[in-house]
C-alpha cells in the first residue's frame, strides 16, 4: 500500500489575548495588550497509508481538531511538511478540496434552510459531480444511513443524529479519497452512533476510501478502527494497533454502582471509590483484574451493602493515556 498521507514535525501555535481582570485591568489591556501562546500541536509525525482507517484520540485540547484543520487545509502551519494524496494542503487548497471530505460533528456543513436533497444539489454543482455518480452514491447513502424519512425536510428540523448522518452523506457526495471526520458520533444516541459506525466502515472497506476518525468515544473505535493515534498536549504519545493498546489496558475496570443506602465502604485493597456528580448513591469503583477479580469485589461489594443497580463501564481515553505515562502501554 502506497502512502497517501505524510505529517512531519507539523507545529501551531495559537495566540491567545490575555484579558486583565476588573475595570483596571480592561483598560490596561487596550493600551498594553498581553498575550499567551498555546502550542496546540507540537512536533507531530506520521504517515498513513491509502485505505487505512485511524482512530485520533485524547482528552479534551489535545489538539486533535487543530490537527484535522490542518490537514483539511482550513489552517496554516507554523512549522512541519503536510502531503495528502501528493498536495500540500494549506497551499493547493483549491485543487485539494476535491480530493477530500470533512465532517466536523460540532458544525454542520450544510444549510439549516434547506432540506438536506437540495443541499446536495448545490453540492453536485459545486464538485461538477456527473448525474450517475450523484445518483449512485445518493441512492447508496440514503439507504446506508437510513436518510429516507429526512431527506427532505428542512434540516433545522433535524435531530441531530438526522442531521449528522445528513452531513455525513454531504462530505462523501463526490466520492473523495481521504475523508477526516472530527467527533462525527458527538451527543448521539447509541442507535445513531451504530449507524454512523457502521457506515464509516463500511465506506472504508469497500470503497478504500483513507480515514482519520476523531472521537472520545472508544466504542467508535473499537468498532472501525485498527490503528489508533493518541495525542495529549499537543504531542504524540501513541502510535500503534488498537490491539496492543486494548492488551494493556483489558485489566483496568470501572464498576458503576447505585447503592440503597449510605455510608458506602469497601474493605479491599486494590480498589477506590469515587463519586458520580448529581447523585450521592451512585458511585464509581475502579480497579484493576489483575489485583482484584470481578467475582471477589461483586461479593465483598453485596456481602456488605444493598445495591440496587450495577453495571460494568468500558475502560475511558483517560485511563488509556495515565497507562501509557505509566508505561503499562507501549507502541507497538
Ligand atoms: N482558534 C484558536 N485560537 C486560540 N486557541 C485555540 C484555537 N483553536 C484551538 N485552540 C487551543 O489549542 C488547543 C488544542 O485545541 P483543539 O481544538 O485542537 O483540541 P482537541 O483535541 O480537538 O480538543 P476537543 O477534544 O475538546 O475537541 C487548546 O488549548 C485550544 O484552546
Ligand atoms: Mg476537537
Request: contains cysteine.
Given at each position: 500500500?502506497e502512502t497517501i498521507?505524510n505529517v512531519?514535525?507539523l507545529?501551531?501555535?495559537?495566540?491567545?489575548h490575555?484579558?486583565g481582570?476588573?475595570?483596571?485591568?480592561?483598560v490596561k489591556?487596550?493600551?498594553?495588550?498581553t498575550?499567551?501562546?498555546?502550542?496546540?500541536?507540537n512536533e507531530?509525525s506520521?504517515?498513513?497509508?491509502e485505505?487505512?482507517m485511524?482512530?485520533f484520540?485524547?482528552?479534551?485540547?489535545a489538539g486533535k481538531?487543530?490537527?484535522?484543520?490542518?490537514?483539511?487545509?482550513?489552517?496554516?502551519p507554523?512549522?512541519g511538511d503536510?502531503?495528502?494524496?501528493g498536495?500540500i494542503p494549506?497551499?493547493?487548497r483549491?485543487?485539494?478540496?476535491?480530493n477530500i471530505?470533512?465532517v466536523f460533528?460540532?458544525?454542520?456543513q450544510i444549510s439549516w434552510d434547506?432540506?438536506?436533497l437540495d443541499s446536495?444539489e448545490?453540492?453536485?454543482?459545486i464538485?461538477?459531480?456527473p448525474?450517475?455518480?450523484y445518483k449512485?452514491?445518493l441512492?447508496?447513502f440514503?439507504?446506508?444511513?437510513?436518510?429516507g424519512k429526512?431527506?427532505?425536510?428542512?434540516?433545522?428540523?433535524?435531530?441531530l443524529?438526522q442531521?449528522?448522518r445528513?452531513?455525513i452523506?454531504?462530505a462523501?457526495l463526490?466520492?473523495?479519497?481521504?475523508?477526516?471526520?472530527?467527533?462525527p458520533?458527538?451527543?448521539i444516541?447509541?442507535v445513531?452512533k451504530?449507524?454512523?459506525?457502521?457506515?464509516?466502515?463500511?465506506?472504508?472497506?469497500?470503497?478504500?476510501?483513507t480515514?482519520i476518525f476523531?472521537?472520545?468515544?472508544m466504542?467508535?473505535?473499537?468498532?472501525?478502527?485498527?490503528?489508533?493515534?493518541i495525542?495529549d498536549d499537543?504531542?504524540?504519545?501513541?502510535?500503534?494497533s488498537?490491539?496492543?493498546?486494548?492488551?494493556g489496558?483489558v485489566?483496568s475496570?470501572i464498576?458503576?454502582?447505585?447503592?440503597?443506602s449510605?455510608?458506602?465502604?469497601?474493605d479491599?485493597?486494590?480498589?477506590e471509590?469515587?463519586?458520580?456528580?448529581?447523585?450521592?448513591?451512585?458511585k464509581l469503583?475502579?480497579f484493576?483484574?489483575?489485583?482484584?477479580s470481578?467475582?471477589?469485589l461483586m461479593?465483598?461489594l453485596?456481602?456488605?451493602h444493598?445495591?440496587?443497580?450495577?453495571s460494568i463501564?468500558e475502560?475511558?481515553?483517560?485511563a488509556?493515556?495515565?497507562?501509557i505515562?505509566?508505561g503499562?502501554?507501549?507502541?507497538?
Amino acid at each position: 500500500m502506497e502512502t497517501i498521507i505524510n505529517v512531519n514535525n507539523l507545529c501551531k501555535t495559537f495566540k491567545i489575548h490575555k484579558r486583565g481582570t476588573g475595570f483596571k485591568g480592561a483598560v490596561k489591556n487596550i493600551f498594553h495588550p498581553t498575550y499567551e501562546y498555546k502550542k496546540a500541536v507540537n512536533e507531530v509525525s506520521f504517515s498513513i497509508k491509502e485505505g487505512e482507517m485511524v482512530g485520533f484520540i485524547g482528552p479534551n485540547g489535545a489538539g486533535k481538531s487543530t490537527t484535522v484543520k490542518m490537514l483539511s487545509g482550513i489552517l496554516y502551519p507554523d512549522s512541519g511538511d503536510i502531503t495528502v494524496a501528493g498536495y500540500i494542503p494549506h497551499k493547493q487548497r483549491k485543487e485539494y478540496v476535491a480530493n477530500i471530505g470533512v465532517v466536523f460533528g460540532q458544525k454542520s456543513q450544510i444549510s439549516w434552510d434547506l432540506s438536506p436533497l437540495d443541499s446536495y444539489e448545490v453540492i453536485k454543482h459545486i464538485y461538477k459531480i456527473p448525474d450517475k455518480k450523484y445518483k449512485e452514491n445518493l441512492e447508496r447513502f440514503s439507504e446506508l444511513l437510513d436518510m429516507g424519512k429526512f431527506i427532505n425536510q428542512p434540516v433545522r428540523q433535524l435531530s441531530l443524529g438526522q442531521r449528522m448522518r445528513a452531513d455525513i452523506a454531504a462530505a462523501l457526495l463526490h466520492s473523495p479519497k481521504i475523508v477526516f471526520f472530527d467527533e462525527p458520533t458527538i451527543g448521539i444516541d447509541v442507535v445513531g452512533k451504530d449507524k454512523i459506525r457502521k457506515f464509516i466502515k463500511t465506506l472504508n472497506q469497500t470503497d478504500n476510501i483513507t480515514m482519520i476518525f476523531t472521537t472520545h468515544d472508544m466504542q467508535d473505535i473499537e468498532k472501525t478502527c485498527e490503528r489508533l493515534i493518541i495525542i495529549d498536549d499537543g504531542k504524540k504519545l501513541y502510535d500503534g494497533s488498537l490491539e496492543n493498546v486494548k492488551k494493556g489496558y483489558v485489566s483496568s475496570r470501572i464498576i458503576e454502582a447505585e447503592f440503597e443506602s449510605l455510608p458506602i465502604t469497601l474493605d479491599l485493597p486494590h480498589t477506590e471509590i469515587t463519586d458520580v456528580e448529581n447523585n450521592a448513591m451512585k458511585k464509581l469503583i475502579s480497579f484493576n483484574t489483575d489485583e482484584v477479580s470481578v467475582n471477589e469485589l461483586m461479593t465483598a461489594l453485596m456481602s456488605t451493602h444493598n445495591i440496587k443497580d450495577v453495571s460494568i463501564r468500558e475502560p475511558e481515553i483517560d485511563a488509556i493515556i495515565r497507562d501509557i505515562y505509566e508505561g503499562k502501554i507501549v507502541m507497538n
